[in-house]
């Protein structure tokens, strides 16, 4: 079959291929410890789980508005104005089955050949995958252990130009569970107002995710609300454990969310009925479950980091937010490729190499500890047999 040339430019998720290979060596009989994917090991919590049965049950599979369901649109433009202190009308919400539509949509909507798109690395690699399968031209900023895995304004700065139709970012952030300060959010504006043509895409799918403070938003600098040039993409995947539910959404200006709209209809429709009335129940009943994992994933990573800094050649600064443990492993002697195959070879450790998600994760390795504390202390005496 002749695919179109636009394919060869489409990247992947690193995770699901190392996943299938841990898959393949379980499958001979190998003991495996899973580090590499990204999602909570926590089950969906139950009232969430009984609202989609009783949504089930009630008859709730049909199609519904492309855009959402009304309800479910406005119980998150309340969340949203709450957990960021603005006004979000429900017309500026679209919900989408995941996250990834809104990154997809978005990147459709705005970003024409030659256009640049400014984004940090190592990051989510579909950021890229998507600027350059719509023809733009992706600039990285470098994300730096020694700088907590934030912008340098000034790299960031230089990385502007008349050229950038749009920014992306991320915080909490995967891979390296970096968090950006109310005072980075400061800086990176003052930067853009530069540039008022640029549009940013806030990707904070980790937002409750966040160890220390509350969580800060660029949609709190004046002018960057989703009323004028940011795109607020968030979910319930990582919040409530809910991945397999597929269920995000975007909050942006209202004459975008038509656009984005759009797509939905041409490509699939509308999110599932089901998830939908599963999320309403999420963002309007009880939050202690998001609390106690939350608390649950700082003991993990408490634990896991303090691991890491302990095996010979691996230095781990402790993640702000989300459930990514980003080590640096040069004093291994080994590249990131090398270890990451070599960790689930000899000591039946899956975990990502940090080149998975660009080339400033050389020197790198990922680890996910949405995993237990028991398989997180297991998976540490395995690796320090190998790196002994």
């Known amino acids: 079959m002749d695919l179109a040339d636009r394919m060869s430019l489409l990247g992947t998720e690193s995770a699901f291929s190392v996943l299938a290979k841990a898959k393949a060596l379980e ?46 649109r406005e119980a998150i433009a309340r969340d949203v104005s709450r957990s960021r202190d603005i006004a979000v009308d429900p017309g500026q919400v679209v919900v989408t089955p995941g996250g990834k539509p809104i990154m997809f949509f978005v990147i459709l909507a705005l970003v024409e050949a030659g256009d640049e798109v400014l984004l940090p690395n190592p990051a989510f690699p579909i950021y890229e995958s998507m600027v350059r399968f719509a023809g733009g031209r992706p600039v990285f900023v470098p994300l730096r252990q020694e700088n907590d895995f934030r912008f340098d304004p000034y790299e960031f700065r230089s990385g502007l130009n008349d050229r950038t139709k749009l920014v992306i970012l991320n915080s909490p952030a995967n891979p390296t569970g970096g968090v950006l300060t109310e005072d980075d959010f400061a800086v990176l504006a003052e930067a853009l107002r ?85 999320g309403l129940a999420a963002l309007e009943g009880p939050q202690d ?10 003991a993990r990573r408490d634990l ?32 990131a490729q090398t270890l990451a195959d070599l960790l689930l070879e000899e000591a ?41």
Request: net charge negative.
């Open 27 to 72: 499958a001979q009989g190998r003991d495996v410890i899973h580090l590499e994917i990204g999602e909570p090991d926590f089950d969906t919590p139950e009232h969430i789980v009984e609202a989609g049965c009783r949504a089930l049950r009630e008859g709730h599979t049909h199609y519904t508005p492309t855009a959402g369901i009304p309800e479910l």
């Open 194 to 278: 530069e540039y008022p043509g640029v549009t940013v895409l806030s990707d904070e799918i980790y937002s409750r995710l966040a160890y220390e403070g509350h969580f800060a938003s660029i949609t709190s600098e004046p002018g960057f609300d989703p009323d004028e040039h940011t795109i607020i993409l968030d979910g319930f995947s990582k919040t409530y454990a809910m991945t397999g539910w597929r269920l995000g959404y975007g909050v942006m200006p209202r004459a975008l969310a038509a656009e984005i709209t759009k797509l939905q209809v041409n490509s699939n429709s509308c999110a599932s009925a089901v998830a939908q009335q599963a």
């Open 348 to 388: 039946g450790v899956a975990c990502l190499s940090g080149t998975g998600f660009g080339e400033h994760g050389e020197g790198h390795l990922r680890f996910s500890y949405a995993s237990s504390r028991e398989n997180i202390t297991e998976a540490l005496q395995r690796m320090d047999k190998v790196l002994f």
């Open 304 to 335: 896991i980091v303090s691991g890491l800094n302990d095996l010979l050649g691996v230095e781990c600064a402790t993640p702000k937010g989300a459930f990514y443990a980003f080590p640096r492993i040069t004093g291994t002697g080994y590249s």
């Open 289 to 298: 479950n998001v609390e106690r994992m939350l608390a649950e994933f700082r």
